[in-house]
């Protein structure tokens, strides 16, 4: 049944105009990156830009693969599978389904 | 693509889930995933939300998660040519997993993969809110059949092919050490803004013509 009360009003309203603020807000931070002026770069910051993704995914998966976790133990072993198998094959997506595929096997072994 | 695919639809489910628990209109739990198209800032807003937060902690801790975007802007616009319009339709849709893949691409990225990347992800997590939606928002733990080992086991096989010589396996391996220390104390938006900053002068100090001169 449709409520219009006055607290519910109030309550929709809580969430509408910040959440359309925000969303404001992260396509500027979005933008910003992209609008900076496309000058020539120095090699020393072209340099800096390569290993951009390097730092943010090392950042990205060590600070998932460090919170308290049950199976914690599983996805480092199942980490060092994916690693394995994407080096020696050079096939990322065998080290996705080979370090998927061993932390299911590991989980499923101690349950 | 499907891995993040993948790992992006349980993710919703929860949201959706916290979303309806809280209170939250359907209305506005698909608006905020067509408009803000984050993960961990939607349900970061949720939970602040219903611990009362005002608005100014609610903008800091947007800025906070979404700061490394800057970094993803800046390093994409290296890569690829631009025009305006791509620009402002790339950077709606930007995220770390369309950001990923894209740069690993190298010299083949361009604003077309870069696009569909953005836009099939925003895709599946729009689609991902609204079955959540429709499912009227059941409790789901990713946790549970390891979804949650999805995200980072992407970026991970992502990240391999990326270690060439021996200044990246250092960069690598000081930036792991930097994010478990940190990990617990940053947020992880500033978190990975300071990481990749920390990667980006150590490697380009590391890889210098004169420190390889020294070196020879």
Known sequence: ?111 | MMPLWLGAVPFALVYTAAARQAGINPFEIQLMSLTIFSAPLQLSLVSLGVAGASFLIMLGVTLTLTVQLVLYGLSLRQLIGLDRKQRLAAAYFLTDGAYALTVTQGTKASFAYLFGAELSMYFIWNAGTLGGLLLNGGLFDPAKIGADFVVPLTFLVLLVPMVRQRADWLVVGLCALGSWALGGLLPSGLLVLVIALLAGFLGAWLTSPRKARNAA
């Open chain 1, 1 to 111: 049944m449709a409520d219009f009360s006055q607290e519910s009003a109030k309550r929709r309203m809580t969430y509408l105009w910040p959440g359309l603020v925000l969303s404001l807000v992260v396509f500027g931070v979005r933008l910003s990156g992209f609008w900076l002026n496309r000058t020539e770069m120095s090699p020393f910051w072209a340099r800096f830009c390569r290993y951009i993704p390097l730092g943010a995914f090392t950042a990205l998966v060590t600070a998932s693969l460090s919170r308290p976790d049950s199976h914690l133990w599983a996805k480092l072993l199942a980490a060092g599978a994916a690693i394995a198998l994407t080096f020696l094959t050079k096939k990322m997506w065998l080290g996705m389904l080979g370090g998927l595929g061993a932390f299911w096997l590991l989980l499923w072994l101690v349950a």
